[in-house]
C-alpha cells in the first residue's frame, strides 16, 4: 500500500479514535437527577459548588423534582436518571425491585443517608389556634394540610410520625390507628408532594401545616413568613440517594454522591434547612432537639410499615382514607 493512503488511513482511525474518546468525556461528565420536591433550592447550591471540585469539572446535569413515589414510578417508565434522591426508602425500594437500583445501594457508612429533618407543625402568624402538639391537630375548628401518601414521600413521614407519637404518649396501636382516622377527618388538603403543599398553606388553606422543618425553614428563607412548632414527640426524617445501575456514568455519578456527604456540601445542606449526616457539618446551625424523638426503626422499619400503612389496596392509611373519603 502507497504510503501517502496508508498515512491517510491512519490519519483517519486517528480521529476517529479521538472523536469517540472525546464523546466518552462528553458522557462520563453527564449526571441526570431525579429527586423529590423540597431540596431544589439546595442542588442549585450543591451542583454548581460540585462543579468547581476535581471530581465535578465540565460536568453537565440534567434534573427532573417532583412527588417522590411518581418520581420513582417515572423511573420505572423509563425517565432517564444517574443519580436517584428520594424522600424515603420504600421508593427507592420499588427501583431495586425493578433492577433499577443495586440492592447494596445502603451499605456504606451512611446507610444509603444523605439528609435528615424531622416532622414540625407550621402554623399562623401568632399560632391563633394554639397548636403545640399532636392532640392540638385534632380540635374542632383546626384544618390541616399534608401531601398524598400516595404519591408524597413526605407525607408517609407526616403519618408516621403522628402515629409514632401516640405510641410514644403509651397508647395502643389500636388507639394510635384511631387518632389517624380523627386526623384525616381534619385535613383539607392533599397535595401531590411536600412542597404543593407549602405553597397551598401559603395560598392560605388550613389551619396547620405537618411538614418537612427544612422546607418551614426553606419559606422563612425566602420571605415567606411561616412560624413552626417542633412537638416532643417527632419523627427522625431521613432522605435517600443512590446511583443506578444502568447509569453510563457511574464515575461521574459516584463522585457526586460521595461529595455530597463531604463536610462542605453537608453545610450547604445545612444552610438550606437539612439536618446534616456529618456532625461537624452542623457547627454554627441550631437544630432544636426534642426528648421524645424517634426513627423509623422503632416502628420496624419501612419494609414492614410501608405494606402495613400504605399497601394500595389493604393498607391501614389507605382503608382509612377510603372511610373518611380524602383519597
Known amino acids: 500500500m502507497p504510503r501517502h493512503i496508508l498515512a491517510l488511513l491512519t490519519l483517519v482511525v486517528c480521529s476517529l479514535s479521538l472523536a469517540a474518546a472525546a464523546s466518552a468525556r462528553v458522557e462520563s461528565g453527564s449526571i441526570s437527577l431525579v429527586a423529590y420536591s423540597t431540596p431544589r433550592a439546595a442542588y442549585a447550591d450543591l451542583i454548581p459548588a460540585f462543579q468547581k471540585t476535581q471530581g465535578g469539572k465540565d460536568t453537565s446535569f440534567s434534573q427532573s423534582y417532583g412527588a417522590s413515589g411518581e418520581q420513582a414510578r417515572a423511573v420505572v417508565s423509563g425517565l432517564k436518571a444517574d443519580v436517584v434522591a428520594l424522600s424515603l426508602e420504600p421508593d427507592v425500594t420499588t427501583l431495586v425491585n425493578r433492577g433499577i437500583v443495586p440492592r447494596n445501594w445502603k451499605n456504606d457508612r451512611w ?27 385534632v380540635k374542632p375548628g383546626v384544618g390541616i394540610v399534608t401531601p398524598n401518601v400516595q404519591t408524597s414521600g413526605g407525607a408517609k413521614w407526616n403519618i ?29 388538603s392533599q397535595d401531590k ?111 414492614k410499615v410501608d405494606n402495613r400503612f400504605f399497601n394500595p389496596n389493604s393498607g391501614i392509611v389507605t382503608r382509612i382514607q377510603r372511610e373518611v373519603g380524602t383519597n
Do not use: C
Not at 446507610?111 to 391537630?137: C, H, M, Q
Not at 454522591?257 to 457539618?281: C, E, K, M, S
Open 111 to 137: 446507610g444509603g443517608i444523605v439528609t435528615r429533618s424531622v416532622v414540625v407543625f407550621a402554623v399562623r402568624k401568632g399560632n391563633p389556634k394554639k397548636i403545640r402538639d399532636w392532640e392540638d391537630l
Open 160 to 188: 408516621m410520625a403522628a402515629y409514632g407519637a401516640q405510641l410514644r404518649k403509651k397508647k395502643t396501636h389500636a388507639q394510635a390507628v384511631a387518632y389517624l382516622r380523627n386526623l384525616y377527618r381534619h385535613i383539607v
Open 193 to 303: 408532594s411536600a412542597r404543593e403543599a407549602l405553597q397551598t398553606f401559603l395560598a392560605g388553606r388550613g389551619d396547620v401545616l405537618i411538614a418537612y422543618e427544612n422546607e418551614a425553614i426553606f419559606a422563612n428563607q425566602n420571605n415567606q413568613e411561616l412560624p413552626f412548632v417542633i412537638p416532643q414527640a417527632t419523627m427522625r426524617i431521613e432522605n435517600p440517594i443512590a446511583v443506578t445501575a444502568s447509569s453510563q456514568n457511574k464515575a461521574t455519578a459516584n463522585a457526586f454522591v460521595r461529595y455530597l456527604r463531604t463536610t462542605a456540601a453537608q453545610r450547604i445542606f445545612a444552610q438550606n434547612g437539612y439536618r446534616p449526616v456529618v456532625p461537624a457539618a452542623a457547627k454554627g446551625f441550631s437544630f432544636p432537639v426534642r426528648p421524645q424523638l424517634f426513627s423509623i426503626k422503632s416502628l420496624g422499619g419501612w419494609a
